[in-house]
């Protein structure tokens, strides 16, 4: 199947009655309702365990770690963006009453809010400090903070926000990105890698890795010099749609995943769900999960699908709702491996049916944020891929569904993103490309997206 197909082959993809039958049947949403943003597309139900969580055993330190880790970026917010710390300490005291003992952050995350928010959520839950690992990143991005003292003073604010006197897990943040030349910068030439590696010594960095995004020609060198650096672990994309991907190792997790294995070095994946498109799928595709194993929601199958291989040390899962975070343990507690049938099926069928709908490959992940003219690059984006998964974005107006489409589609834009924010109003600056992990050309999908909307606006298209 081409990932390029157009809409009208798309319409007749996503209206097919064999999967209206099998959604209804499984007690999913029929046309006209919407699933709202805590759907995990029929998330299972039943008790959430608080003893059957699965551990993987860190081979270098001996920690027992949760197979299930809380990524610390999507994190639910008031009016006016305001964190919601109240519900944040609820869900992060949930996790641990129910086994999950690792948690994800960084100083870029939230608007810079994100550590903070974790150190007060994690003092507030009562439980000891051996009890939990933390998980930050050197994001040292800006020229401006490229020197040795600028990186050690990150450093030394993540631990006054996350208010602990050692990290269990420090990465350098986002390699990739750019190839070697930001490594040098960054990390090597100032000599900041080498004090990381005297604060490991001294204790005050339990486990040193790296977060891996982009050419894979850094990531190839930075664990050819294994030896030098000794890594604890590294943090990698990978999920089933892109397990085999022979254009781009860079975004291949089988290349990634075994280069670890091979050299003994713990994996911790980000992204199982590539930014929650695995999770809001087409309803052709929830049909065709659902016809496995109905009871189980779209979501577990890329969670259980990362979590059988066995040198993951943790999965990591940014969990905004309660929904996300009970569905994910009961996942994980305890792992039901898949056969090898089951991961085949989920690589090959299931992953081309997925891929071959119009979607944008975003997985608003926020690295092209903040854009200097202020659009929410990421709200389009999630708006649009959402629109193509429920059949809004109509061929013409011919479309039997056009008025209704279009509709939802016009409406839900400027309630999910504000005007002043909205696709209209990029300059094509192009200073968002360098940082996309997926290599979108993000102007050019703008642009796309403008066109389109001004299309359905005008009644032209």
């Not at 949760?66 to 990524?71: P, Q, T, V």
């Not at 050299?263 to 994946?269: E, H, M, Q």
């Not at 059949?391 to 939802?408: D, F, I, L, W």
């Given at each position: 199947m081409k990932k390029d197909i157009n809409r009208r082959d798309f319409l007749k993809l996503s209206g097919t009655v064999a999967a209206t039958t099998a959604l209804a049947s499984c007690g999913m949403k029929g046309e006209g309702e919407t699933s709202g943003e805590v759907d995990y597309m029929g998330h299972h139900e039943g008790p959430v365990p608080t003893d059957k969580m699965t551990y993987r055993i860190n081979p270098k330190t001996g920690d027992k770690v949760s197979l299930l880790g809380y990524g610390w970026m999507r994190l639910p917010t008031k009016?006016?963006?305001?964190?919601?710390?109240?519900?944040?300490?609820?869900?992060?005291?949930?996790?641990?009453?129910?086994?999950?003992?690792?948690?994800?952050?960084?100083?870029?995350?939230?608007?810079?809010?994100?550590?903070?928010?974790?150190?007060?959520?994690?003092?507030?839950?009562?439980?000891?400090?051996?009890?939990?690992?933390?998980?930050?990143?050197?994001?040292?991005?800006?020229?401006?903070?490229?020197?040795?003292?600028?990186?050690?003073?990150?450093?030394?604010?993540?631990?006054?926000f996350l208010r602990t006197d050692y990290v269990d897990y420090l990465l350098l943040h986002s390699i990739g990105g750019g190839g070697m030349?930001?490594?040098?910068?960054?990390?090597?030439?100032?000599?900041?890698?080498?004090?990381?590696?005297?604060?490991?010594?001294?204790?005050?960095?339990?486990?040193?890795?790296?977060?891996?995004?982009?050419?894979?020609?850094?990531?190839?060198?930075?664990?050819?010099?294994?030896?030098?650096?000794?890594?604890?672990?590294?943090?990698?994309?990978?999920?089933?749609?892109?397990?085999?991907?022979?254009?781009?190792?860079?975004?291949?997790?089988?290349?990634?995943?075994?280069?670890?294995?091979?050299?003994?070095?713990?994996?911790?994946?980000m992204e199982p769900l590539l930014g929650g498109r695995l999770s809001k799928v087409p309803d052709h595709v929830v049909a065709h999960l659902k016809q496995r194993k109905p009871e189980n929601s779209v979501a577990s199958w890329a969670f259980r699908y990362i979590g059988s291989k066995k040198n993951v040390l943790t999965v990591l899962s940014g969990m905004t709702y309660?929904?996300?975070?009970?569905?994910?343990?009961?996942?994980?507690?305890?792992?039901?491996?898949?056969?090898?049938?089951?991961?085949e099926w989920l690589e090959g069928e299931t992953s081309e049916l997925i891929k071959s709908y119009p979607t944008i490959d975003c997985n608003d992940c926020n690295y092209c944020m903040p854009c200097p003219y202020g659009l929410d690059i990421p709200g389009i984006f999630v708006h649009y891929n959402k629109c193509v998964n429920t059949g809004n974005v109509p061929e013409s107006q011919q479309a039997e569904n056009y008025k209704k489409a279009r509709?939802?589609?016009?409406?839900?834009?400027?309630?999910?993103?504000?005007?002043?924010?909205?696709?209209?109003?990029?300059?094509?600056?192009?200073?968002?490309?360098?940082h996309c992990p997926q290599k979108i050309d993000i102007p050019r999908q703008l642009r796309r997206i403008d066109e389109f909307v001004e299309q359905l606006k005008q009644g032209t298209l």
């Amino acid at each position: 199947m081409k990932k390029d197909i157009n809409r009208r082959d798309f319409l007749k993809l996503s209206g097919t009655v064999a999967a209206t039958t099998a959604l209804a049947s499984c007690g999913m949403k029929g046309e006209g309702e919407t699933s709202g943003e805590v759907d995990y597309m029929g998330h299972h139900e039943g008790p959430v365990p608080t003893d059957k969580m699965t551990y993987r055993i860190n081979p270098k330190t001996g920690d027992k770690v949760s197979l299930l880790g809380y990524g610390w970026m999507r994190l639910p917010t008031k009016e006016g963006d305001e964190l919601d710390q109240e519900q944040i300490n609820a869900l992060a005291k949930y996790a641990l009453d129910h086994g999950v003992n690792y948690f994800d952050t960084s100083p870029a995350y939230c608007r810079g809010r994100s550590e903070a928010s974790l150190g007060e959520a994690l003092e507030a839950s009562g439980y000891k400090r051996d009890q939990y690992y933390i998980a930050t990143k050197l994001s040292n991005f800006s020229p401006q903070q490229y020197s040795l003292e600028e990186g050690q003073k990150i450093f030394e604010n993540s631990l006054k926000f996350l208010r602990t006197d050692y990290v269990d897990y420090l990465l350098l943040h986002s390699i990739g990105g750019g190839g070697m030349g930001p490594i040098h910068q960054r990390f090597l030439d100032n000599g900041l890698l080498d004090w990381l590696m005297e604060q490991r010594k001294a204790g005050r960095i339990r486990n040193l890795g790296f977060s891996f995004h982009g050419d894979v020609a850094a990531y190839d060198w930075l664990l050819d010099h294994h030896d030098q650096y000794h890594w604890d672990f590294v943090q990698i994309q990978a999920n089933y749609c892109d397990w085999h991907n022979e254009d781009d190792l860079g975004r291949s997790g089988e290349y990634l995943y075994n280069e670890l294995e091979k050299r003994g070095i713990p994996a911790v994946i980000m992204e199982p769900l590539l930014g929650g498109r695995l999770s809001k799928v087409p309803d052709h595709v929830v049909a065709h999960l659902k016809q496995r194993k109905p009871e189980n929601s779209v979501a577990s199958w890329a969670f259980r699908y990362i979590g059988s291989k066995k040198n993951v040390l943790t999965v990591l899962s940014g969990m905004t709702y309660m929904e996300h975070l009970e569905d994910n343990i009961r996942t994980y507690s305890p792992l039901e491996e898949l056969t090898e049938e089951e991961q085949e099926w989920l690589e090959g069928e299931t992953s081309e049916l997925i891929k071959s709908y119009p979607t944008i490959d975003c997985n608003d992940c926020n690295y092209c944020m903040p854009c200097p003219y202020g659009l929410d690059i990421p709200g389009i984006f999630v708006h649009y891929n959402k629109c193509v998964n429920t059949g809004n974005v109509p061929e013409s107006q011919q479309a039997e569904n056009y008025k209704k489409a279009r509709r939802a589609f016009l409406v839900g834009y400027d309630r999910s993103v504000p005007k002043l924010r909205q696709a209209n109003h990029c300059v094509q600056c192009r200073v968002c490309i360098p940082h996309c992990p997926q290599k979108i050309d993000i102007p050019r999908q703008l642009r796309r997206i403008d066109e389109f909307v001004e299309q359905l606006k005008q009644g032209t298209l």
